[in-house]
């Protein structure tokens, strides 16, 4: 009787232990449709502004911590929103041509986070970025509040191949010089 009581005690210290060391982790599946991306791309006379959707995400959490994610975004939703008419049909299939993104090929664009730290208020996230089929390491700082978080990313588009107007590369180009780096100002709601 006593062995018995004996494994019973140890068998409840056992189950309490475990039973307060089970960490919370949580899938938190981004809404595609209440979420925006929106990209600025500058050039040496100006800038150009638009939108892109998000085909797919979600945000892992342990204990309430963002710990990873991961995220798929729809290429061929390219909009741009400062322009009109035939200049908005124009620089959108520019855009989404091989001289840019390559659309055609590479329908998606993705980014999988492979690193998270905590830096008060903020993440310090990094991870690797897929644009037209190239893989790229990525790192940004996040906000992530209850049910949204929020990001600014800058993308230096000649990592990925995209070239075209970079005065990195060309020379001469003069007022048709397009700047490396665009920017994605990313709003998830989950």
């Known amino acids: 009787m006593k062995k018995n009581l004996k494994g019973l005690a140890a068998a409840i ?52 911590k963002l710990t990873g994610g991961s995220f798929i975004i729809d290429m061929t939703t390219i909009n741009v929103t400062d322009l009109k008419g035939e200049g908005k049909q124009k620089l959108e299939g520019h855009l989404k041509s091989d001289d840019f993104f390559g659309v055609k090929d590479h329908t998606k664009a993705m980014f999988n986070i492979t690193n998270v730290i905590k830096k008060g208020s903020t993440y310090a996230v990094s991870g690797k970025m897929t644009i037209k089929g190239k893989t790229e390491l990525t790192s940004f700082d996040m906000n992530v509040m209850e049910n949204s978080a929020t990001a600014k990313l800058t993308i230096d588009r000649t990592k990925f191949g995209i070239k075209y107007g970079s005065g990195s590369f060309f020379d001469n180009l003069g007022d048709n010089m397009i700047y490396d780096d665009f920017i994605l100002d990313v709003n998830l709601k989950f």
């Not at 209440?34 to 502004?49: M, R, V």
């Open 13 to 64: 210290i056992v189950l309490a232990t475990v039973a307060f060391t089970t960490t919370k982790k949580e899938t938190k599946k981004v809404d595609t449709q209440a979420s925006k991306i929106t990209w600025t791309g500058e050039k040496l006379t100006g800038s150009h502004t638009g939108t892109i959707q998000l085909q797919e995400g979600y945000l892992n959490f342990e204990q309430n």
